[in-house]
């Protein structure tokens, strides 16, 4: 038998298909606007090379719009696959920081990358706790027996 949601599990469900969308877009927009402004990047001689931003901007909105449908269908997985994603993001980023940006980057975009590796550690601690997609499965055995 289902059981009747909150309408405070309702928000916060919600409200993390709403930042998944907005996060799975930026990587979208970041592969477009590569793909668009290719050979002017080129000519810019921007390092890394546009196909770096494309790539990452792929990766991250597919990652991202795969979390979305999982959320969705309230697959059991889904607050794990979302911690592996978000994690292999912020790695992914801080590595991009430290390595592969110019140095004097560094300390321009470290306020910046501190303040959202806070924000993706604070989604994935409070949203996807909340939503509880374990406890929804052990609910399930539990009534079951």
């Known amino acids: 038998m289902l059981q009747k949601k909150s309408k405070k599990t309702r928000r916060i469900f919600w409200a993390t298909s709403l930042v998944l969308i907005m996060i799975s877009a930026l990587g979208w927009m970041r592969f477009q606007q590569a ?3 290719w050979y002017y990047l080129i000519e810019l001689d921007i390092q890394p090379h546009p196909i770096y931003s494309a790539v990452n901007g792929g990766w991250i ?3 991202y ?3 979305l449908l999982f959320h969705l269908a ?3 997985f889904t607050a794990i696959y979302l ?3 978000g994690v292999a993001v912020l790695i992914w980023l ?3 920081r430290i390595f592969i940006s110019k140095r ?4 321009l975009l470290l306020a910046g990358t501190v303040f959202l590796t806070l924000c993706m550690i604070a989604f994935d601690g409070f949203l996807f706790q ?3 997609y374990v406890r929804r499965k052990n609910n399930v055995n539990a009534t079951e027996n």
């Open 35 to 37: 793909l668009r402004h």
């Open 65 to 67: 719009a795969l979390g």
């Open 61 to 63: 909105g597919i990652a």
């Open 74 to 76: 309230r697959k059991s």
């Open 130 to 132: 909340k939503n509880g």
């Open 94 to 96: 801080w590595i991009d």
């Open 83 to 85: 911690r592996f994603s």
């Open 104 to 107: 004097v980057f560094f300390s």
